[in-house]
């Protein structure tokens, strides 16, 4: 782990460098695109969430098997896949009387999978 140097991080200067505040600033999305993607990583913040997703990048389930697979009853299973599914995140399929979730697209496979690579190169 590294040590934080307080000297090496401050910035002791006063100049604003124009040319590359003017090209990020063009380069900005739009307010409401960054608040969105914000309250998506919220999402990301309850381990439970994680671990659903998880599970489910593995493989379809129905809310059963998840709630066995983490020992949680199956409301609190309900209550997160519902979030997950309202932040479109988890898709579900119905089989007669069966309801079966998985992840919405591959998107959410890929930010799964960065995160977890990013947060495995400190162990």
Same mark, same amino acid.
């Given at each position: 782990?590294?040590?934080?140097? %307080?000297?090496? %991080?401050? !910035?002791? &200067?006063?100049? *604003?460098?124009?040319? /590359?505040?003017?090209?990020?600033?063009? %380069?900005?999305?739009?307010? %409401?695109?960054?608040?969105?993607? #914000?309250?998506?990583?919220?999402?990301? &913040?309850?381990?439970?969430? /994680?671990? =659903?997703?998880? #599970?489910?990048?593995? #493989?379809?389930? &129905?809310? &059963?098997? *998840?709630?066995?697979?983490?020992?949680?009853?199956?409301?609190? /299973?309900?209550? +997160?896949?519902?979030?997950?599914?309202?932040?479109?995140?988890?898709?579900?399929?119905?089989?007669?009387? /069966?309801?079966?979730?998985?992840?919405?697209?591959?998107?959410?496979?890929?930010?799964?999978? +960065? !995160?977890? =690579?990013?947060?495995?190169?400190?162990?």
């Amino acid at each position: 782990m590294e040590l934080y140097n %307080d000297e090496l %991080d401050r !910035c002791d &200067c006063n100049t *604003i460098h124009e040319e /590359v505040v003017e090209k990020v600033r063009s %380069d900005m999305p739009d307010d %409401d695109l960054l608040i969105d993607m #914000a309250d998506t990583f919220k999402l990301f &913040c309850d381990s439970t969430r /994680v671990k =659903i997703l998880y #599970a489910l990048m593995k #493989a379809e389930m &129905c809310v &059963c098997d *998840i709630s066995v697979l983490l020992n949680m009853t199956k409301s609190s /299973v309900s209550h +997160q896949l519902r979030i997950l599914k309202s932040a479109n995140l988890v898709k579900n399929r119905k089989v007669g009387r /069966v309801v079966y979730y998985s992840l919405a697209d591959e998107h959410v496979s890929t930010i799964f999978n +960065q !995160c977890m =690579i990013h947060v495995e190169e400190k162990y």
